[in-house]
């Protein structure tokens, strides 16, 4: 079965500062969906990548899938309170499945 | 639109009592989604459904039902508790034609069981 492993499992960044958080599958990835969590609420879509090499950006975020499709990472530029929560990577298990397998999360902090 | 929602937002349960958790969307989404989230294990897909009458078990169905009679609602149900069910449990819907890995999520329903 498809697994994905979050690294790190917890960051603490000084605000301004950069960060990245990787997103790794034991398998090819047939599509990689990074969502955001705020604390105690709900999952909110960030971007989809689908093609290996591929890089998206949505304001100070940048998302990469790379090449081989097995690792995603997942980057912050000039952090602010606002990004502050957690981040989770689901990927679709086989190809043409309905369902997401999601990687256990990265939790971030941001300390003004 | 309301989006996603859920009812209730808390729930304590005693082991062996049976409840349902309600979830509904009124973006005519096809797809329903269940998921817990435990510390540490991100989201598990309970059930899922890709239209009304259609449903089909995730990594972790044992101990819940799911029915979909409507579009709209997508309940839970819980035979009997456990204390192993004790979890933050979330709704999710998402259409084909957005795609349907591209979920819009409820606000989560957090239930113990004592």
């Known amino acids: 079965s498809q697994e994905l492993e979050q690294s790190p499992q917890s960051l603490i960044v000084q605000e301004g500062k950069n960060l990245t958080i990787n997103c790794t599958s034991s398998k090819t990835l047939y599509g990689l969906y990074w969502y955001k969590q705020k604390y105690g609420e709900g999952l909110i879509f960030l971007m989809m990548?689908?093609?290996?090499?591929e890089e998206k950006s949505h304001e100070k975020i940048t998302a990469k899938l790379d090449e081989k499709k097995q690792q995603s990472s997942l980057h912050i530029t000039a952090s602010q309170p606002s990004h502050a929560g957690i981040y989770l990577c689901g990927a679709v298990p086989i190809q043409g499945a309905q369902k997401l397998v999601f990687g256990q999360g990265t939790r971030l902090t941001i300390n003004p | 639109n309301a989006g996603v929602t859920q009812t209730p937002k808390f729930q304590v349960l005693k082991t062996g009592q049976s409840m349902t958790l309600q979830c509904a969307q009124d973006?005519?989404?096809?797809?329903m989604s269940w998921y817990r989230q435990d510390p540490g294990m991100g989201l598990r897909l309970i059930h899922y459904s890709v239209g009304a009458g259609i449903t089909d078990q995730g990594e972790v169905p044992n101990g819940y039902n799911v029915s979909r009679s409507t579009t709209e609602d997508f309940p839970l149900r819980l035979l009997s508790a456990a204390p192993s069910q004790t979890s933050v449990y979330f709704c999710?819907?998402?259409?084909?034609?957005?795609?349907?890995?591209?979920?819009?999520f409820g606000p989560g329903t957090r239930l113990t069981v004592t």
């Open positions: 973006m005519n989404h096809e797809y």
């Open positions: 990548l689908q093609k290996g090499g």
């Open positions: 999710a819907s998402s259409s084909a034609q957005r795609g349907i890995y591209e979920q819009y």
